[in-house]
């Protein structure tokens, strides 16, 4: 994952330590996310629309956990 970015922005510390030690697969599928501005947008519309995890992941093809792990990033920028 862009944690290297993570660390520069000083958001390392603020994380869960349950998000550090996430599988490649979630990283990678939440990397691509956070790093597209587009599919950070829907990710952001829907969660603005009331939309919960499950629904978001079923609407963006993520699974729940890897929405979990951008709601938390989202919540720390």
């Keep these: 994952m862009a944690w290297d970015r993570i660390k520069e922005l000083n958001l ?10 996430i599988s490649d697969k979630d990283s990678d ?7 597209d501005p587009d599919k950070l947008q829907m990710v952001k519309d829907l969660m603005h629309d009331g939309s919960d995890s499950r ?3 079923d ?7 890897q929405v979990d792990i951008i709601k938390e990033l989202l919540g720390k920028l």
Excluded: H, P, Q, Y
């Excluded at 390392?12 to 030690?21: A, E, H, Y």
């Excluded at 609407?59 to 956990?65: D, F, K, N, P």
């Design 12 to 21: 390392d510390d603020k994380l869960k330590n349950s998000l550090k030690s």
């Design 29 to 35: 599928a939440v990397e691509g996310f956070i790093m």
């Design 55 to 57: 629904s978001i992941g």
């Design 59 to 65: 609407a963006v093809g993520l699974t729940v956990r």
